[in-house]
């Protein structure tokens, strides 16, 4: 919990002040409206992704399996997208205001006023912490967490305290809301409207989910679907919520009521951190820079559930799409590599949190918005009394990212960067990796296997058959075609093999191999994403079970090369002896114990 705490919880260090810019004197009722919505929306809906995808998929994995093909890895790719945008953001603008908590205490030496040199040193040191450890991150994450909620509790009670003793705050408030704003039904009315610009506060859920495999289950669990780790994710998430509602509340009420207005403004004593300027001025300089100390803290390691998130998703999707390198199932690799991302990111938008809070906001609504139509996509097929729920909660997610997109465009320009370049960097990958053998074993049953064993005895010879009737004449006709091409003796045993297409947008898997008599020939059948990949995954195979170099015969194929090598990336066929060729002469690098491929 404190681990994705750590962005949940650091909000609580620029949300009242950016819903006091929002809202004004309305900025309590506001909050309480984000409360509700996070109590009756995010939460139900992500304790659904939870149970749904106990294993950290989260709601992306949830949208992949209703989207079948080609249109599922480009929606997936889509989403990877805005999640990049929202952790990458989240790690760059908590770095970037933990800067301005930092340089902004009244003990810290002009001489550190330097927001990016700062703000690149912050996320060096989370850096480091990944490359150590999750186990070091975790721990650091609940001290964090415990000092930094004690701490916030301490304020707000306080402020609390001081409006009991001061019963001229309520009604100067009260005040000034029916002034502005005439009775209750318009207040609501306005911070409905307003909701949309308090939605930081919502951030944190996605990587809830995302970091599950951490979360304890039980010995007895099934491996499947675990009941005990999803009973105690969404304990993870319920908690977190109550706290952080709690929270918010309470901070909103003791800053709007204690803090001038003009304190609030940008460039203001209260501008981006209210709470810590009721620490200095109110509980001491020294209270006040503890406070500080915490929060640069809490800010800084914000971007660890985000760095959590983000090395839980890329392998989970990016290499079993063959859309990224192998090395990006490594840690290590991937947290040098984000952080060099986040490096850039700071010098860009010039450590600026202003500037990066439209991308932040877009990339988490657009998240929850995703994870709440999956949701009720699901409630459609199973719990359709639940249905009507989660789509009202749909509506308001996607009503508060539209106006969100609206009012803040820049934000969907970042997503928009970070998306062209996964769907650009993954597509070159696929190209790059195309040759690769892409199988990660072959199962074959006892009659393939018996057709093998009968094979050994001599060189194996393969006949590769593009399915069709599946009839005898069908065999005579190819394996009359092969003697005449190829000049093969009369008394040849030879075996034919049928690779059927499967889904071409996956990139690797399991080959199965059924064998099949027709009538006195013999068939080697499969299914696989890619055939000539297949072809050359069996033909290693036959190679290391009967100690025999195996020959593959094919007939040219008839057409533009260019034409077939497009339709090979896309669909996965094509003209099949060259790749095939090419996958054997990358998976065997000696040329002597590598199959044979004959053309003719």
């Known amino acids: 919990m404190c681990l994705t705490g750590v962005d ?40 659904r992704v939870a149970e749904a995808s106990p294993h950290g998929q989260g709601s992306i994995s949830m949208l992949e399996d209703l989207l079948p093909r080609w249109r599922g890895k480009a929606f997936v790719l889509v989403l990877l997208g805005f999640a990049a945008t929202d952790f990458i953001i989240t790690i760059t603008l908590s770095a970037a205001d933990a800067t301005e908590h930092l340089i902004h205490n009244p003990f810290v030496p002009q001489a550190f006023d330097r927001p990016v040199t700062v703000t690149l040193v912050l996320l060096t040191a989370l850096g480091a912490v990944f490359l150590k450890g999750f186990k070091e991150a975790i721990g650091l994450a609940v001290a964090i967490v415990i000092v930094y909620l004690g701490l916030n509790v301490v304020i707000i009670v306080w402020g609390a305290t001081e409006i009991v003793r001061h019963p001229d705050y309520i009604p100067r408030w009260t005040n000034a809301l029916f002034t502005q704003h005439g009775n209750p039904l318009m207040m609501v009315g306005v911070a409905l409207l307003l909701f949309p610009k308090l939605a930081l506060g919502l951030s944190g859920f996605e990587t809830g989910v995302a970091i599950m495999p951490l979360v304890k289950g039980n010995t007895t669990d099934d491996p499947v679907h675990p009941a005990a780790r999803i009973r105690n994710a969404k304990r993870l998430l319920g908690t977190a919520a109550l706290i952080m509602s709690v929270m918010l509340i309470g901070s909103a009420v003791v800053t709007t009521l204690l803090i001038p207005a003009e304190a609030f403004a940008t460039g203001g004593e209260a501008s981006g951190r209210a709470l810590s300027y009721l620490a200095h001025e109110h509980l001491g300089e020294i209270f006040g ?39 990006t199932r490594a840690t290590r690799p991937l947290v040098v590599l984000f952080t060099a991302i986040t490096f850039l990111i700071t010098v860009i938008f010039n450590a600026s949190v202003e500037a990066q809070g439209g991308a932040y906001a877009t990339g988490v609504l657009v998240l929850m918005t995703s994870a709440s139509v999956a949701v ?119 075996l034919f093999v049928e690779i059927r297409p499967s889904d071409a947008s996956e990139f690797s898997g399991v080959l199965r191999v059924e064998g099949v008599a027709v009538e006195g020939y013999q068939v080697l059948r499969c299914v696989s994403a890619a055939i000539p990949n297949a072809i050359a995954a069996l033909l290693l195979f036959i190679r290391d079970r009967t100690d025999q170099l195996p020959h593959a015969y094919f007939g040219w194929t008839e057409g533009n090369p260019i034409v077939y090598l497009l339709k090979f990336l896309a669909f996965g066929e094509g003209d099949t002896a060259p790749v095939t060729r090419e996958v054997l002469r990358q998976a065997e690098p000696d040329p002597m114990r590598r199959p044979r491929i004959h053309v003719g």
Do not use: C
């Not at 009242?16 to 996070?38: E, H, K, M, R, Y």
């Not at 990016?318 to 990224?324: K, S, T």
């Open 289 to 327: 820079t503890v406070y500080d100390i915490s929060t640069i803290a809490i800010l800084w390691f914000a971007g660890a559930s985000a760095m959590a998130g983000l090395l839980n998703l890329v392998p989970r999707y990016l290499p079993r799409y063959g859309m990224a390198p192998e090395w």
């Open 376 to 494: 009720t996509l699901n409630a459609r097929v199973r719990r359709r009394r639940e249905f009507a729920a989660f789509m009202l909660i749909t509506l308001v997610f996607a009503y508060t990212t539209v106006i969100n997109i609206v009012e803040r465009p820049d934000g969907v320009k970042i997503a928009a960067w970070f998306i062209a370049t996964i769907i650009m960097t993954s597509l070159v990958s696929r190209v790059l990796r195309s040759t690769e053998l892409r199988v990660q074993r072959v199962e074959a049953d006892d009659l393939a296997h018996a057709f093998l064993r009968q094979a050994a005895s001599s060189p194996v010879r393969i006949i590769a058959n593009r399915p069709d009737t599946g009839l005898p004449e069908e065999y005579e006709h190819k394996l009359r075609e092969a003697r005449d091409s190829h000049h093969l003796p009369l008394d040849a045993p030879v």
């Open 8 to 47: 949940y919880f650091s909000t609580l260090g620029y949300q009242p002040g950016i819903a006091f810019l929002a809202a004004g004197a309305l900025s309590p009722v506001a909050t309480l409206i984000l409360v509700v919505l996070t109590l009756v929306g995010a939460l139900p809906v992500y304790r």
